[in-house]
């Protein structure tokens, strides 16, 4: 396993911002890329913008880990520079966070969900 420093890491804070302004920030308007406003909670998410930074970079360092620049993909014949597989990691990963917390079904994302349907209890009234 690639042993990663902190410098890899810092070497993807561009993208790590680039994807807070780019899929975070547009979900919540309480969302802003001000270091001051970092610590207000998006929505009933409950989640800030340094919990997304953070998680972020710790998605970058497990695509660090999981690189291996000896892949040689199958259908085009060629490896995979390691910024496209971060990038690719992250936009995977983000999606999946993302398609979790907005879920107005469960209560994330907007304070006008219903409780009844936020606690899951309307099918059992029926």
């Given at each position: 396993?690639?042993?990663?420093?902190?410098?890899?890491?810092?070497?993807?804070?561009?993208?790590?911002?680039?994807?807070?302004?780019?899929?975070?920030q547009?979900?919540?308007?309480?969302?802003?890329?001000?270091?001051?406003d970092?610590?207000?909670?998006?929505?009933?998410?409950?989640w800030?913008?340094?919990?997304?930074?953070?998680?972020?970079?710790?998605?970058?360092?497990v695509?660090?880990q999981?690189?291996?620049?000896?892949?040689?993909s199958?259908?085009?014949?060629?490896?995979?520079?390691?910024?496209?597989f971060?990038?690719?990691?992250?936009?995977?990963?983000?999606?999946?966070?993302?398609?979790?917390?907005t879920?107005?079904?469960y209560?994330?994302g907007?304070w006008?969900?219903?409780?009844?349907e936020?606690?899951?209890?309307?099918?059992?009234e029926?």
């Amino acid at each position: 396993m690639r042993k990663v420093t902190n410098a890899d890491i810092k070497k993807y804070e561009a993208m790590v911002e680039m994807y807070l302004q780019k899929y975070v920030q547009k979900n919540w308007n309480e969302a802003s890329l001000n270091k001051h406003d970092s610590e207000v909670q998006l929505g009933n998410s409950g989640w800030t913008m340094n919990d997304f930074r953070q998680h972020l970079k710790t998605e970058v360092l497990v695509a660090l880990q999981k690189y291996n620049p000896n892949y040689i993909s199958e259908r085009t014949g060629k490896s995979v520079k390691e910024s496209t597989f971060v990038y690719q990691h992250l936009f995977n990963r983000t999606g999946q966070l993302m398609k979790k917390l907005t879920k107005t079904r469960y209560g994330y994302g907007k304070w006008t969900s219903n409780l009844e349907e936020v606690l899951w209890e309307r099918d059992a009234e029926e």
